[in-house]
């Protein structure tokens, strides 16, 4: 099979990925990849994560050393059978393992639910209905606990607003950009790869007593993979914020300027080497002020806050958040397959 061929396969199969992405979102109800995945590192988990700290950092080295192997070697298999049988099926197979990668459609659904929760417990609670105002700040921290790892337990409304929004500007890196860039530079070998990568991340990189060991390999190579999503998700949240800031001049909240200054002045401050990119853009863009402290496993702690309280966040904001982020998605998706095209185009040229 010729490299053009390839290509244009590789194309198609990204094509179907993001269609599948945007249709379905998240499959959820049935068994997938990344599941399987999560099954892997709870299984080296309870059998590595054990004993004194060096020997939980070689457990956990030695689980992610497996579950990188395990994840590449069976995507390399699955497609390159695939395309021995027949073109159609391996383009099939890229496009359905690259679905798998994307979280794109399922970042809006999730976010948009604690919005909703948000929008029932303001009207109950305007119109005196306590009970009922009560069991929906209740719901809306349920809803955020699906999509962020800090508890969720004692937030207030306005404590939820930002971190949903602060969500969605970190997972525009990590659930999108960031497995769409591996996607488009090595198809689903390289996207699963980082899919598995992350996936240990969220399940074992945590800075707790059980983990700070075992999971430090996991958030080490984590932290490696997004440092380049991160900044381009930056960059492309900017250019969103700046087509947000001209199609909805009735708004008159989008701010490229400030996201811009924002961005140069706080991208640091976070504690992640990578989230503080997206989420300071958020912040600017937005004119709130994110993170501060927040309670993980019961225990506070201490964050600096990025952005200046140009405003209140209000649940209308959750869906902006989700604007900027979709239209930065993509723009990077268009602009993927604009260079993929132009190597197609190269590569029938030779």
Same mark, same amino acid.
């Given at each position: 099979?010729?490299?053009?061929?390839?290509?244009?396969?590789?194309?198609?199969?990204?094509?179907?990925?993001?269609?599948?992405?945007?249709?379905?979102?998240?499959?959820?109800?049935?068994?997938?990849?990344?599941?399987?995945?999560?099954?892997?590192?709870?299984?080296?988990?309870? =059998?590595?994560?054990?004993?004194?700290?060096?020997?939980?950092?070689?457990?956990?080295?030695?689980?992610?050393?497996? +579950?990188?192997?395990?994840?590449?070697?069976?995507?390399?298999?699955?497609?390159?059978?695939?395309?021995?049988?027949?073109?159609?099926?391996?383009?099939?197979?890229?496009?359905?393992?690259?679905?798998?990668?994307?979280?794109?459609?399922?970042?809006?659904? &999730?976010?948009?639910?604690?919005?909703?929760?948000?929008?029932?417990?303001?009207?109950?609670?305007?119109?005196?209905?306590?009970?009922?105002?009560?069991?929906?700040?209740?719901?809306?921290?349920?809803?955020? *606990?699906?999509?962020?790892?800090?508890?969720?337990?004692?937030? *207030?409304? =306005?404590?939820?607003?930002?971190?949903?929004?602060?969500?969605?500007?970190? *997972?525009?890196?990590?659930?999108?950009?960031? /497995?769409?860039?591996?996607?488009?530079?090595?198809?689903?070998?390289?996207?699963?790869?980082?899919?598995?990568?992350?996936?240990?991340?969220?399940?074992?990189?945590?800075?707790?007593?059980?983990?700070?060991?075992?999971?430090?390999?996991?958030?080490?190579?984590?932290?490696?993979?997004?440092?380049?999503?991160?900044?381009?998700? %930056?960059?492309?949240?900017? #250019? %969103?914020?700046?087509?947000?800031?001209?199609?909805?001049?009735?708004?008159?909240?989008?701010?490229?300027?400030?996201?811009?200054?924002?961005?140069?002045?706080?991208?640091?401050? *976070?504690?992640?080497?990578?989230?503080?990119?997206?989420?300071?853009?958020?912040?600017?863009?937005?004119?709130?002020?994110?993170?501060?402290?927040?309670?993980?496993?019961? +225990?506070?702690? &201490?964050?600096?806050?990025?952005?200046?309280?140009?405003?209140? /966040?209000?649940?209308?904001?959750?869906?902006?958040?989700?604007?900027?982020?979709?239209?930065?998605?993509?723009?990077?998706?268009? %602009?993927?397959?604009?260079?993929?095209?132009?190597?197609?185009?190269? %590569?029938?040229? #030779?």
């Amino acid at each position: 099979m010729s490299f053009y061929a390839l290509v244009f396969y590789h194309i198609l199969g990204l094509i179907i990925a993001v269609g599948l992405d945007t249709v379905f979102g998240d499959p959820r109800s049935i068994p997938h990849p990344v599941q399987l995945i999560g099954k892997l590192i709870e299984h080296f988990d309870a =059998k590595y994560n054990t004993g004194s700290g060096n020997s939980r950092r070689k457990g956990g080295l030695t689980t992610a050393l497996i +579950v990188l192997a395990v994840t590449i070697l069976a995507s390399l298999v699955l497609i390159v059978l695939g395309y021995i049988i027949h073109p159609i099926l391996g383009v099939v197979i890229e496009g359905i393992l690259g679905f798998f990668c994307i979280a794109k459609k399922d970042l809006r659904v &999730e976010s948009m639910k604690v919005s909703r929760e948000l929008k029932k417990y303001s009207r109950n609670k305007k119109r005196g209905a306590a009970a009922e105002a009560k069991q929906n700040i209740r719901d809306a921290r349920k809803a955020l *606990s699906m999509i962020v790892g800090r508890d969720t337990e004692r937030l *207030s409304g =306005k404590a939820i607003m930002k971190a949903t929004i602060e969500t969605v500007a970190e *997972s525009t890196s990590d659930g999108v950009i960031a /497995p769409l860039l591996y996607l488009i530079i090595g198809g689903p070998v390289l996207g699963m790869a980082y899919k598995a990568v992350n996936t240990m991340d969220s399940m074992i990189g945590y800075k707790n007593e059980d983990y700070i060991d075992f999971g430090r390999t996991a958030a080490k190579l984590d932290d490696i993979l997004n440092f380049v999503p991160a900044r381009l998700t %930056a960059y492309f949240m900017i #250019f %969103a914020t700046s087509l947000l800031e001209k199609f909805r001049e009735d708004e008159d909240v989008f701010d490229t300027r400030n996201a811009k200054l924002i961005y140069k002045r706080d991208a640091k401050r *976070s504690s992640s080497p990578n989230a503080g990119h997206p989420e300071s853009v958020m912040a600017g863009a937005l004119g709130l002020e994110l993170l501060g402290d927040a309670y993980y496993g019961g +225990v506070l702690v &201490e964050k600096p806050t990025i952005g200046d309280p140009i405003r209140q /966040p209000g649940i209308k904001d959750i869906e902006r958040a989700n604007d900027i982020s979709g239209y930065a998605s993509w723009t990077f998706i268009t %602009a993927g397959l604009l260079v993929l095209t132009l190597v197609f185009i190269i %590569a029938t040229l #030779f």
